[in-house]
């Protein structure tokens, strides 16, 4: 129990497509993560919020790409005209010293 | 630019041996030091932390050490045991960031 439910586990889509991420943290935090990892690389960070405000985004999040917190609790990251170079596993963690991971959406993009 | 690095790629030990994995960092202000363990098809699982101000901390068989002149940690476990076999990460936090910035990682095979 990773204490981090993150839907879909796999998500298969075609080049252009939108495509939506969810994460839901069992226990409450004010803090919340998003990070990517490609193939061969450690996790990186995209963007963070504290409580419903997302404080800072990495200059990976490109305008296609947008997250929301709307309760302070459950958050999603939408990525839309998806290009090839999305496919990653998206993680979601919580906490601070430490954050506490999910188990990520692998995306694919055909 | 890499600010954290884990140069080897991947260990192989025995078990019962020492695994020690290492992780460098180039940002001096990073002030607190953490690793992952990660197998496949999950995400990184917490193992053990340490902030600046120490040079060691312990939980268990797990030991890190923290070089803040070389800029450099070790995870030592002993040990190790097959279902130590994973993907460890170093990973990194500092000054006003929350964000943590994570090394390439290391596999670690710990054979019978």
């Known amino acids: 129990d990773t204490g981090v439910s993150q839907n879909p586990r796999h998500k298969i889509t075609k080049r252009g497509q939108n495509v939506t991420f969810r994460c839901d943290p069992i226990?409450?935090?004010?803090?919340l993560y998003w990070y990517r990892q490609t193939l061969g690389q450690g996790p990186e960070f995209l963007t963070y919020?504290?409580?419903?405000?997302?404080?800072?985004k990495s200059r990976l999040l490109s305008d296609r790409f947008s997250a929301e917190r709307p309760k302070g609790s459950f958050s999603t990251l939408e990525i839309q005209r998806t290009e090839q170079g999305d496919s990653a596993m998206y993680l979601c963690a919580y906490g601070d010293q430490p954050q506490h991971f999910g188990d990520g959406t692998r995306l694919s993009i055909l | 630019d890499q600010q954290v690095k884990q140069n080897s790629p991947s260990l192989s030990v025995q078990e019962g041996r020492i695994s020690i994995l290492n992780c460098d960092y180039t940002n001096s202000m990073f002030d607190y030091f953490l690793w992952y363990k990660k197998y496949p098809a999950e995400g990184p699982t917490f193992l053990i932390s340490?902030?600046?101000?120490?040079d060691k901390n312990e939980d268990g068989r797990f030991t890190v050490f923290l070089n803040k002149s070389a800029k450099h940690l070790s995870l030592h476990i002993v040990p190790s045991q097959p279902g130590d076999s994973a993907v460890y990460f170093c990973?990194?936090?500092?000054?006003?960031?929350?964000?943590?910035?994570f090394g390439t990682g290391t596999r670690l095979q710990v054979t019978l």
């Open positions: 340490i902030s600046s101000i120490k």
């Open positions: 990973a990194a936090l500092g000054g006003t960031a929350s964000k943590l910035t």
């Open positions: 919020f504290q409580n419903e405000a997302q404080l800072e």
């Open positions: 226990s409450e935090h004010n803090r």
